[in-house]
């Protein structure tokens, strides 16, 4: 997929206006607080809607109530254009004029964002890696997006009844267990896929001298959901919530047999990540049948050389990649300059 | 500068109504006051007269200003069967289609224990009593709760309070939006129209 112009208004401090993007290996290229990681952001939202409504505030520009971010993409069947209006509480989406939920944008585009704070993937908690299992799933399967939203509904339900001594508890079960296995179920069907793909990807980064692992990590009984709900009853009682399911699931990282999240450097971890992200990039493409739109954000804070050379590799091996840094990676064939939020083509 | 006392009364009172802010109530209280003073009375009157007048239905618990509501006192409508939905306004909703010939029982509200709405707080026992209290031929009773999870809650926790009564009890059926192609629909709704076919031949 190519991203072939980028639209914003009032997207945190990104001068408004529509700039047109090449093909090839697009560097960007600014100092600090610029608005590098900005762009990527934008243009990210738009591809896939994913936006907590939480952050929803914090991209628009101080002083405005409202947001907007448009791309025209380019796929094989041809060009779509795609658009985000943003205000508080609130996102709408928009394909070729047609109003959509902002989940089904991620029907018609994919996109992966590949940034240094991915090594949290790793040493962060559990919720971060389920965030990112969750956003990868929901990309691959609607049903998915669906159930989820539908069980964290069933599960804030459930952890009040919870709260006031489990009254009418038992029909919030059946659909909580109906809900839960079957988000259990696609969970391990894509963990099957990314754990094979990234463990090839870590292996073609870093070697095989540290074997790398993924595996889910579950709380509850698959085959017996509700059975092993009423077991846990007292202490869900007592704890005034939901002790089992896949909202407390993890997806567990071993390097070398040992546990990343305590044991991996910050290097290791940095590895790790990016592999995910390639496994990642691999998974939407053979969704899509074509390569998602790849966003690369500071890579030159990236100072190991084997993942400067892997991810230069991936740029290249796409119609088209967009790379932001201080400086511009030599391989670059299409320099863009950013300062105070607004972008200028350089050569 | 501070609005005058009886004018922030307004404005709190009209900030109760559900649906209304405080930038809504404020600009309604603005509205009142540069109205006709028989503007104003008329409205002040059809509130009160509505207060008044207008009750729940001890049956079927449907708003109506009559002693019984306009479908429990009518003797042509089907006696067996009960349709149970979350608010009055279903039950037009329901009537405008023309399909249902029997009777209502509307709950008021769906389970929310996030919103303290436990089975208490909505009328099941009045169903529960209502169907007991029957003589005669059994009754069906047809669930059409809302499908958000709120209304698949309460739907199952009727359905389950009605089992040992004795009753036939169906679900209302999800099906495709009337006129849309199957590709646009999405997979949830697919999946339960799917789920929820009917049989065309039987051979
Ligand atoms: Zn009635």
Redesign the interface.
């Known amino acids: 997929m190519i991203l072939r112009s980028l639209q914003t208004l009032n997207y945190r401090h990104l001068e408004a206006g529509k700039l047109e993007f090449p093909l090839g290996l697009i560097a960007v290229v600014g100092g600090n607080a610029q608005g590098k990681t900005n762009l990527l952001e934008a243009a990210f939202v738009c591809l896939t809607g994913v936006l907590e409504v939480s952050r929803v505030e914090t991209v628009i520009r101080l002083g405005e109530l409202e947001a907007f971010v448009g791309v025209e993409l380019e796929r094989e069947d041809g060009i779509s254009k795609l658009e985000v209006g943003l205000a508080k509480g609130k996102k709408l989406a928009k394909v070729d004029g047609v109003r959509v939920k902002t989940a089904d944008l991620a029907r018609h585009a994919s996109a992966v964002l590949i940034r240094p704070e991915d090594a949290d993937l790793v040493h962060g908690s559990p919720s971060t890696r389920r965030a990112f299992l969750d956003a990868l799933v929901s990309k691959m399967s609607?049903?998915y997006a669906?159930a989820l939203v539908?069980y964290e509904?069933?599960l804030?339900?459930?952890n009040?009844?919870l709260?006031?001594g489990g009254?009418?508890l038992?029909?919030?079960d059946?659909?909580f267990a109906e809900l839960g296995a079957e988000i259990m179920r696609l969970r391990r069907r894509a963990v099957n896929k990314l754990k094979t793909l990234t463990e090839i990807a870590h292996s073609n980064l870093a070697g095989n001298s540290k074997k790398l692992e993924l595996n889910l990590v579950e709380t509850a009984r698959l085959e017996d959901f509700q059975t092993h709900l009423s077991e846990k009853r007292r202490e869900e009682l007592a704890r005034g919530s939901s002790a089992i399911g896949p909202h407390r699931d993890d997806l567990e990282i071993k390097l070398g047999n040992v546990l990343a999240l305590d044991y991996a450097s910050r290097g290791e971890a940095r590895t790790i990540a990016l592999a995910m992200r390639k496994a990642e990039f691999d998974l939407l493409k053979e969704k899509f049948g074509e390569a998602p739109v790849l966003l690369i954000d500071d890579f030159s804070a990236e100072l190991d050389a084997h993942r400067r050379k892997f991810l230069l590799e991936l740029a290249s091996s796409v119609p088209q990649a967009i790379v932001t840094g201080t400086e511009a990676p030599d391989q670059a064939s299409k320099l863009f300059k950013i300062e105070n939020g607004r972008l200028e083509v350089q050569a | 500068m501070k609005y005058p006392n009886s004018l922030i009364q307004l404005i709190r009172e009209l900030s109760r109504l559900p649906g209304v802010g405080p930038k809504s109530a404020q600009r309604l209280a603005f509205h009142l006051f540069s109205s006709s003073d028989q503007d104003v009375k008329n409205l002040s009157d059809a509130i009160l007269e509505a207060k008044k007048i207008l009750k729940l239905c001890p049956v079927c618990y449907n708003i109506t200003d009559t002693d019984l509501c306009a479908v429990c006192s009518d003797p042509t409508r089907d006696q067996d069967i009960i349709c149970v939905v979350e608010e009055p306004g279903d039950v037009i909703a329901i009537e405008r289609s023309g399909e249902f010939e029997g009777l209502y029982h509307v709950l008021h509200g769906a389970l929310s224990p996030m919103n303290g709405v436990g089975p208490e707080q909505i009328k099941i026992a009045g169903l529960l009593e209502r169907i007991q209290n029957r003589e005669g031929a059994p009754v069906e009773v047809i669930l059409a709760t809302s499908t958000t999870v709120e209304g698949e809650a309460t739907s199952m926790f009727v359905q389950r309070s009605l089992e040992p009564l004795g009753v036939n009890v169906s679900r209302i059926a999800y099906g495709l939006p009337v006129g849309g192609a199957l590709e646009y629909a999405d997979e949830v709704t697919l999946g339960r129209a799917i789920a929820g076919r009917r049989q065309v031949t039987k051979i």
Request: charged share 30%.
């Open positions: 609607p049903r669906q539908l509904r069933t804030a339900q459930r009040a009844a709260k006031i009254v009418g038992e029909v919030w059946a659909r």
